[in-house]
């Protein structure tokens, strides 16, 4: 693991989450304190802005919201709250919504970008990261990402919401192309009802954008095809 990363605490983390099916506290503990790293950290300068802390807020929140964790959350929260209270605010009221889409990529040079268009044709990307719909995308980020973008009433529209990635620039001379890993959330935080698909796009020219998928509104639980 690279420590001066902060997405590596979040992969690592994210991980555990969904590979630690014992329940065993000392493993969430272990989960709180990745986590609490992450939100503490001086970010390199590579890592501009605290996109990765913002968007790990919807995720450590969202886990620690589970029904599972009911019997420790006592435990958990007095363990990630120790000289951090203000995410107490955070941790009364977990983030939810009915579409999530993240995006994280395999390099640092490279700057990827999040585009959306909701069912009323309306573009949410990094320079219009706020619609009429109440849709919103987070920051653009330098590093790997990750990038979000969320709707909380997606039902309410009748038709289908694209999700596309662009490779806007890159910093270095690779040929290689860049990996975006693509995570599409529908019912975020309804532990009845949620959902999660993931997608691999492959970014091989700069302004090159490719469609991931299309997510369909007005079905419960959403699809995406």
Same mark, same amino acid.
Request: glycine share 4%.
């Given at each position: 693991?690279?420590?001066?990363?902060? &997405? %590596?605490?979040? *992969? @690592?983390?994210?991980?555990?989450?969904?590979?630690?099916? #014992?329940?065993?506290?000392?493993?969430?503990?272990?989960?709180?304190?990745?986590?609490?790293?992450?939100?503490?950290?001086?970010?390199?300068?590579?890592?501009?802005?605290?996109? =990765?802390?913002?968007? +790990?807020?919807?995720?450590?929140?969202?886990?620690?919201?589970?029904?599972? &964790? +009911?019997?420790?959350?006592?435990? @958990? =929260?007095?363990?990630?709250?120790?000289? &951090? !209270? +203000?995410?107490?605010?955070?941790?009364? &009221? !977990?983030?939810?919504?009915?579409?999530?889409?993240?995006? #994280?990529?395999?390099?640092?040079?490279?700057?990827?970008?999040?585009?959306?268009?909701?069912?009323?044709?309306?573009?949410?990307?990094?320079?219009?990261?706020?619609?009429?719909?109440?849709?919103?995308?987070?920051? *653009?980020?330098?590093?790997?990402?990750?990038?979000?973008?969320?709707?909380?009433?997606?039902?309410?529209?009748?038709?289908?919401?694209?999700?596309?990635?662009? @490779?806007?620039?890159?910093?270095?001379?690779?040929?290689? !192309?860049?990996?975006? @890993?693509?995570?599409?959330?529908?019912?975020?935080? *309804?532990?009845?009802?949620? $959902?999660?698909?993931?997608?691999? %796009?492959?970014?091989?020219?700069?302004?090159?954008?490719?469609?991931?998928?299309?997510?369909? $509104?007005?079905? %419960?639980?959403?699809?995406?095809?």
């Amino acid at each position: 693991m690279r420590p001066e990363e902060p &997405n %590596a605490y979040r *992969d @690592l983390a994210l991980f555990l989450i969904r590979h630690n099916t #014992s329940g065993v506290i000392e493993k969430k503990l272990e989960i709180v304190e990745l986590f609490k790293k992450l939100l503490e950290m001086n970010v390199d300068k590579r890592f501009i802005g605290k996109q =990765t802390e913002m968007v +790990s807020l919807s995720e450590l929140t969202r886990w620690l919201s589970d029904p599972s &964790n +009911s019997e420790d959350i006592i435990c @958990l =929260t007095s363990h990630l709250l120790h000289n &951090n !209270p +203000s995410l107490g605010v955070f941790v009364d &009221n !977990p983030i939810k919504g009915d579409i999530r889409v993240t995006i #994280s990529w395999c390099n640092p040079e490279a700057d990827v970008e999040l585009h959306v268009y909701e069912p009323n044709g309306e573009h949410c990307y990094s320079f219009h990261n706020c619609t009429s719909n109440y849709g919103r995308l987070s920051l *653009d980020c330098n590093g790997y990402g990750p990038e979000e973008y969320m709707i909380k009433n997606a039902k309410i529209f009748d038709g289908l919401f694209e999700v596309k990635v662009k @490779l806007f620039s890159r910093r270095d001379f690779r040929t290689e !192309p860049v990996v975006v @890993l693509v995570r599409i959330w529908t019912n975020f935080g *309804d532990f009845v009802k949620e $959902s999660c698909v993931q997608h691999v %796009a492959i970014l091989r020219e700069v302004k090159e954008e490719v469609l991931v998928c299309k997510i369909r $509104s007005m079905e %419960a639980p959403l699809s995406s095809f």
